[in-house]
């Protein structure tokens, strides 16, 4: 990392120090990508932090012990989604809970139980644990894929993905929607607070060892993995700013609903274009799998309700930068000398 870009984040970690709430609050996958940054910045926001995983034992959770703040205010809980009764426990006395914990792959068996009826588990624990505030994770997938929508619509919370479109062609949208819509409803029944995060494609450094899937997006066009592109746009965002949108529709008692969490949005080459700029030692997929087609126009979207909040979205350069230097520090990528 640069010492500009190391002095701005110290900066920032510096003013968030100076708030000592001390309440209790609850994380669902906290050991994953995105959880692992939330309960970073709850550390630093200075609340007590239950970090719940499957397996507390495992040493793919150690990076939390870690954390700075965690020896006097993290403990690592066991919970399982699915598990109602295991929820109850882990929820009581908290404040609030961050529903962050889905599997991200097409693949998994337990996709569609873990986001739909995980989440509605979570919601009717934390209800009856008498839990006041609720955030929940949600994905881009809930609100961009709708073939009626035109290409020229700005995207933003009013958007929402169509199921069924969603259900021919990827299940993991299908999932996050219908764990959304899930959400939303208990909510409602049972007079919980919710707002409702909503991040793209997640980049940035990890915190975690192991390599997650939306950081092999990245690192599948360095190694080689990746021989062409798709004639395709995809939204962006600062796995640090997630973190940073999860604090603070939290910390806004008035904040409800979704809040898109979106820096950039790109076609597959300028982002191609952006790795070779900043990392052109490698070797980086310059042929298009849809050559001679029109290239897919990159749409408009607003994030604006969370730059009401006061949230400054990283730009999506750095993001590169930090995650293809961490995966490099932590093995994961060849270091090929420029
Ligand atoms: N990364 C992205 O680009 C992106 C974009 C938009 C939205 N999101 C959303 O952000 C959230 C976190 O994603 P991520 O990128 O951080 O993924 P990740 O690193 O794979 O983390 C997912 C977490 O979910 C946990 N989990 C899976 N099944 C569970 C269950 N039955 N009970 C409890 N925990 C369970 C996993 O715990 P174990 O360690 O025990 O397996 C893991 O910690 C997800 O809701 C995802 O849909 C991610």
Redo the contacts with the bound molecule.
Sequence with gaps: MSSISKANDNNGDQKRQQQQPQQLVCV?????????WVVRELLLRGYRVRA????PA?R??AHLLALEGADERLSLRR?????FDGLLAVFAGCHGVF???????NR?P?LM???VE?TRNVMKAAADMGVRRVVF?????AVHMNPNRSPDAVLDETCWSDPEFCRQKDM?CY??TM?EMAATEEAAKRGLELAVV??????GPML?R?L????T?VANYLTGAKKSYPNAVAAY?D?RD?ARAHALVYERHDARGRYL?IGAVLHRAQLLQMLMDLFPQYTIAAKCDDKGKPMVKPYEFSNQRLKDLGLEFTPLRKSLYDAVTCMQRNGHLPVVLP
Excluded: W
């Design positions: 669902t996958g906290a050991g994953g990508f995105i959880g692992s719940t995983v499957r397996d495992d793919k959770n919970a399982d989604v699915l598990d529903h962050v914990a889905c599997p991200l792959s998994d337990e139980a873990v986001a995980g994770t949600s994905s881009y997938g993991y999932a996050k764990a909503v991040p793209s494609m997640t980049m975690q192991a997650n899937l939306s950081s997006h965002v796995v997630v969490c």
